[in-house]
């Protein structure tokens, strides 16, 4: 294809390209730089190029004349008026001033951030669609982090593993596996339920979500695998902590999803897999713990950064978190809370064996954890603005459940 500009109107020469080969494209370039109203002139050699270049014409909108052999193209406004009354998305940097839009419009609907939407294009209902609901300013970071920090279950754990611990503390892992799995069960789903319902234009959180969905599922298969390692089967699962956790499912705001599920309960797991990875009786356990707290770590970093932007947008939200703490902590006042058997499989990993010694030192090692789950739940409110007389308080109605 060959192009001239001068004086005379701007020609190109399509050659032997039909326009079921592509033809289309160079006319489409060569009047794209022309101004509605400007002439191209067109020759080609290729059979049967002029009705073709015809029927193209009309259905762009242009104007075509013909000078013996030589086609003259005018460029037409109906593909300019195509995008007339067409919304921007936002800007394409998500660093640069006003890129994310304070409330996403509808009409924009699955078309990337920084896209020009054809008017006339579906409406979309996101429920989350404004910005104060569901953003932070640091989930890119967090997702980058995230996509660094993936593990592969099958070659970061030693599955190999021989146990050599009693069959009593065996049966303690097993009990608190379970209770665990059906915790991460909650993680899960409780993101998994809003993910759906934001809008594209904050594809940051979704992105960050998205990928602490993958951490959640990789952590039930771990517990599960190590559950059933010697062909064991999960254990007790009781009324109480299903409560506990369907408070969690049954919350429809986002925000105070975020923070009953990660910045309290999540935030108390970190510590719990903490001390699993320090008295766990055997490698495979310590290792999957540790793996697995660094992600909760994550997750609850993902939530507070949303909770301390939303309280900056809306300071009134605080009084919201203190009505949810103490609404849940009164509606499971009834429920048996953490189940015996979970404590006191607790001791029993922190104790090592059945000695009295032993369990003495277990006991001290869980009322530590207990006191560090407090402590770090304080210390979270503290950050989100509660004075501490308050944040003591609060850190004290939390679920005997941990989440």
Excluded at 225 to 253: C, M, V, Y
Excluded at 269 to 291: N, W
Aim: aromatic share 6%; with cysteine.
């Amino acid at each position: 294809m060959t192009q001239t500009v001068g004086c005379s109107p701007a020609a190109i020469d399509i050659e032997q390209l039909g326009f079921d080969a592509g033809a289309h494209l160079l006319v489409k370039h060569a009047l794209a730089g022309l101004a509605v109203g400007g002439q191209l002139r067109v020759i080609g050699q290729g059979q049967g190029w002029q009705a073709q270049l015809a029927h193209w014409c009309r259905a762009q909108g242009h104007a075509l004349a013909w000078e013996g052999e030589t086609a003259l193209v005018t460029r037409g406004s109906a593909q300019a008026g195509r995008w007339r009354g067409a919304a921007a998305t936002g800007h394409a940097d998500p660093k640069a001033h006003g890129a994310v839009h304070d409330q996403a419009e509808p009409g924009w609907g699955l078309a990337a951030r920084g896209a020009q939407v054809e008017a006339g294009s579906p409406s979309f209902a996101f429920r989350l669609d404004r910005k104060e609901e569901v953003w932070c300013d640091n989930a890119a970071d967090l997702y980058a982090q995230a996509v660094a920090a993936q593990w592969n279950p099958d070659t970061a754990l030693d599955w190999a593993v021989v146990f050599t611990h009693p069959p009593e503390i065996e049966e303690a892992v097993r009990q608190v596996m379970t209770y665990m799995v059906e915790n991460e069960n909650a993680a899960l789903l409780v993101p998994a339920r809003f993910l759906g319902q934001i809008h594209p234009h904050y594809r940051e959180m979704q992105a960050a979500l998205a990928i602490q969905l993958a951490d959640e599922a990789r952590h039930i298969d771990v517990f599960t695998r190590r559950i059933r390692k010697g062909e064991n089967e999960p254990a007790l699962s009781t009324a109480g902590g299903q409560a506990s956790l369907k408070t969690l499912l049954d919350e429809p705001d986002f925000s105070m999803a975020s923070f009953l599920l990660a910045v309290q309960g999540e935030g108390s797991f970190v510590h719990l897999l903490q001390f699993l990875a320090e008295y766990g009786p055997d490698v495979l356990t310590r290792q999957m713990c540790r793996l697995a707290a660094r992600d909760e770590a994550r997750h609850v970093a993902l939530g507070m950064s949303h909770l301390l932007y939303r309280l900056q947008q809306e300071p009134a939200l605080r009084d919201r978190l203190v009505r949810a703490m103490e609404q849940r902590h009164e509606g499971l006042s009834g429920t048996a809370g953490l189940n015996e058997e979970v404590f006191d499989a607790l001791i029993l990993i922190g104790a090592g064996g059945l000695s009295p010694q032993q369990i003495t030192q277990g006991f001290v090692r869980v009322q530590a954890l207990v006191q560090d789950m407090a402590g770090g739940r304080m210390a979270r409110l503290v950050r989100l603005g509660f004075d501490r007389t308050e944040a003591e308080r609060l850190a004290q109605l939390h679920t005997r459940n941990f989440m």
